[in-house]
């Protein structure tokens, strides 16, 4: 049909060009999607991975601040696929 579309003139033209945009577009939002949703699972087995060091972080005073931004992270990986996938 886009091909077609091209040699029946100037409307054609037009509307075959936007269709092949489209299609374009389409493919690299479906790259990109799927570029995030590996990189989140990535990101999830690498957090899992350190999570032996920073657990024992939450029972000293001193070193919380560094188990609560693994936990926010780790919940941040966890959470991306869910939004991404509520998203698409």
Partial sequence: IILASIFTGGVGFIVAMTAIY???KL???VGRIIHIYVM???GIAFMF???FLFVPCYFFQES???F?????LTV???LTPIF???FV
């Fill in 27 to 29: 493919i690299f939002t």
């Fill in 84 to 86: 991404l996938f509520a």
């Fill in 68 to 72: 609560d931004k693994w936990l926010k």
């Fill in 64 to 66: 919380k601040p560094y």
């Fill in 22 to 24: 489209i299609i374009i």
């Fill in 49 to 51: 991975c350190v999570s």
């Fill in 40 to 42: 989140a699972y990535i």
């Fill in 76 to 78: 941040g990986y966890i």
